[in-house]
């Protein structure tokens, strides 16, 4: 389904509420994920989480409040990322990419790029995904934990199996025409909801009044 221009909304603090993104794809040797999320949560919550049979944060894309970090894990292994202006009630747009030759993690936060840190190197992701909006997997497809949900509206998530060129990157921070996602595509994208989830226009919200 196309959901351009679309954006998904999570009004309720739950533990069941999520959406379900599907792919074929079971074997990753490098991966760029992006979306971008709008919440005034203060809490720890879970931006993207992609579980497999063996690892339950195979890709797990989590924001801190403790430590007011972004988390990138890979396989179970995470980097930290300090220092980024996450503040509440406006658009955020995220890239994080991974390749398993180097196991180097790298961030893009609002067009900002982080440092490049070590995580998992040695073995690509396989497995059967289970990739997950709006919860945090603790096992295959469940597991879920309330304070761990995500509340507030998402957009334009897209999945490569490959990393993605800066200029690329940089394209999508700027929501030009950057090239969809190869493995998850918000423009072409195969998913179910589960709870109330709402599919609303993401500019109704933000149009200027004459």
């Not at 794809?25 to 989480?49: E, K």
């Not at 180097?104 to 040695?122: C, E, H, I, N």
């Not at 709006?134 to 998402?154: N, P, T, Y």
């Not at 490959?162 to 030009?176: A, G, P």
Request: glycine share 6%.
């Amino acid at each position: 389904q196309d959901l351009s221009d679309t954006m998904l909304t999570f009004p309720l603090e739950t533990s069941t509420a999520h959406v379900r993104l599907n792919t074929p794809r079971q074997n990753f040797g490098a991966v760029t994920v992006c979306h971008r999320s709008f919440t005034d949560l203060r809490r720890d919550h879970s931006l993207f989480s992609l579980a497999t049979p063996t690892f339950d944060n195979g890709i797990l894309i989590f924001w801190d409040a403790t430590n007011k970090e972004v988390e990138p894990h890979i396989r179970n292994q995470k980097a930290e990322y300090r220092g980024f202006d996450y503040k509440p009630n406006m658009w955020h747009s995220i890239c994080t990419t991974w390749d398993a030759g180097t196991g180097l993690v790298q961030l893009w936060f609002d067009g900002q790029p982080s440092v490049r840190k070590f995580v998992a190197s040695g073995a690509n992701i396989t497995g059967s995904p289970i990739i997950i909006l709006g919860q945090e997997q603790d096992r295959h497809g469940a597991a879920f934990e309330l304070k761990q949900s995500f509340v507030g509206m998402m957009s334009d998530v897209h999945m490569w199996d490959y990393i993605l060129s800066v200029c690329e990157i940089q394209k999508y921070m700027d929501q030009t025409n950057f090239t969809p996602g190869n493995t998850l595509n918000w423009r072409a994208l195969d998913y179910q909801t589960t709870g109330n989830i709402l599919e609303e226009n993401r500019f109704a919200h933000v149009q200027r009044c004459p």
